[in-house]
Nanobody, 114 residues
Framework: QVQLVESGGGLVQPGGSLTLSCAASGSISGVNTMGWYRQAPGKQRESVAV???????YYADSVKGRFTISRDGAKNTVYLQMNSLKPEDTAVYYC????????WGQGTQVTVSS
């Protein structure tokens, strides 16, 4: 089992920045990829960014050039640096770990509003 704890969400003005963190614990040796999903009110959950053990990363088109995913293997932590935030980035952001089974964090709210 893998436990994921997110932090770093909050309220930010359009154009601002936030960094989300996700600390993993438990059976982390089996983790192949980690990433971030988000779900806005009334919308389906969508993939935002994913990073593999090889540091290969994937980004949704809507966040390319604005968001950066990174990981610290020593701390078993994944980060999502979000720049140039837009109101449409408002959502609950979930950390995800894939061991062949998908593990979800509890989510952290990001609100982009003036």
């Amino acid at each position: 089992q893998v436990q994921l704890v997110e932090s770093g969400g909050g309220l930010v003005q359009p154009g601002g920045s936030l960094t989300l963190s996700c600390a993993a614990s438990g059976s982390i040796s089996g983790v192949n990829t980690m990433g971030w999903y988000r779900q806005a009110p009334g919308k389906q959950r969508e993939s935002v960014a994913v990073i593999a053990r090889t540091d290969y990363s994937y980004y949704a088109d809507s966040v390319k050039g604005r968001f950066t995913i990174s990981r610290d293997g020593a701390k078993n932590t994944v980060y999502l640096q979000m720049n140039s935030l837009k109101p449409e980035d408002t959502a609950v952001y979930y950390c995800v770990a894939n061991t062949g089974r998908v593990h979800w964090g509890q989510g952290t709210q990001v609100t982009v509003s003036s």
